[in-house]
């Protein structure tokens, strides 16, 4: 029998720094995932830096096994430690785990959510200093999965919860005490991802529709944005020599792109938001600042012909910027006669 596989969604991490396909994370399939796909007869490839899911078909093209009204979990952990330097962090990984779910459109993934990720048995310190207070552990549905009550009599600052067989997914713990509004705090159960180290989780509802049209979800980083600053080191040039001195951008038509302006800071007028020019130079050396007039997107292939000028000789064509290992937009640049 020969088999035919027809593509049921795809799932695409995307950067504007790298400008397409992010490679800073590698796909973690907990084991729930893995036994679905067997049993949905589904196979998960990555091609093109892109993971599609496949289904079997028959020779109609109709899937052989549904897999609709299943939840497909996969998790990112990160491989690049420099992902921070240039990325504008989302506020769901700046709060927790970002979680990315397609509940309120099937072929669309939500807003991400960011949720404490918890495993099996865990304990969480009791924000209400009121006693007697209430921690409840939710389900998505809102049904109570465990409950516990700390008195004045038997208190203590936190509570703990064993959660073995709880089927993971998102839960909630609220705490209630008398005469207040509950305090919640959005949570994630899994075990095992949490144990993977995980930094986001997709968790899609796999809808009947799927297999009709297959839905390309997307997720997107944005590039950190932020001043570019070249702080020249300047030895041997006259008075004169030095004032001719500029940077100008010459790439952004060739390129597509803005133009990127610069401002002249002289050493005297540095604020205590740039490097200290006692940090910089010695003996006889000058120092001159020149700075972006606006913030400027990290990008993986540097931006060309961003050049260091003398009354129109070009002393560098291409200066550089920040690398992924940098986590700032600051560059010493040495100039000498």
Do not use: W
């Not at 389900?139 to 009599?153: M, Q, S």
């Not at 064993?162 to 008398?178: F, H, K, N, R, T």
């Amino acid at each position: 029998m020969r088999l035919r596989y027809e593509t049921l969604l795809s799932l695409r991490i995307a950067h504007a720094y790298h400008g397409g396909v992010c490679p800073d994370f590698e796909l973690v399939l907990p084991a729930e995932t893995s036994r679905l796909l067997r049993g949905g007869r589904l196979l998960a490839k990555v091609l093109g830096g892109v993971l599609y899911v496949l289904f079997e078909a028959d020779d109609g093209g109709a899937p052989r096994v549904s897999a609709a009204g299943a939840e497909l979990r996969i998790g990112l952990r990160l491989v690049n430690p420099y992902f921070s330097n240039y990325t504008e962090i989302p506020a769901a990984l700046a709060s927790g785990t970002a979680v990315y779910r397609n509940r309120t459109a099937p072929s669309q993934l939500d807003a991400p959510e960011g949720r404490a990720l918890v495993g099996a048995v865990f304990s969480r310190a009791i924000a209400r200093p009121e006693r007697p207070v209430t921690v409840t552990l939710r389900d998505a549905a809102g049904r109570a999965l465990r409950a516990e009550t700390v008195t004045a009599e038997n208190d203590r600052p936190d509570v703990s919860f064993d959660l073995s067989g709880v089927a993971p997914g998102p839960c909630s713990i609220e705490e209630e005490v008398a005469a207040a509004p509950a305090h919640t705090e959005r949570c994630y159960l899994h075990p095992e991802l949490r144990a993977a180290g995980v930094l986001a989780i997709v968790d899609i509802a796999i809808d009947a529709s799927f297999y009709d049209s297959a839905p390309a979800f997307e997720i997107s980083f944005d590039a950190r944005r932020e001043t570019l600053s070249y702080y020249l080191v300047v030895s041997n040039y006259t008075s004169a020599d030095f004032e001719l001195l500029t940077v100008s951008d010459l790439g952004s038509a060739d390129e597509g792109r803005p133009e990127v302006s610069f401002t002249r800071v002289p050493a005297s007028e540095l604020t205590p938001a740039e490097l200290p020019a006692a940090l910089l130079v010695s003996g006889d050396a000058r120092l001159v600042l020149f700075r972006s007039q606006e913030p400027v997107a990290r990008r993986l292939r540097a931006m060309k012909k961003i050049q260091l000028r003398r009354n129109g000789d070009v002393l560098i064509e291409h200066l550089p910027q920040p690398g992924a290992d940098q986590a700032d937009a600051n560059l010493i640049i040495h100039v000498s006669r």
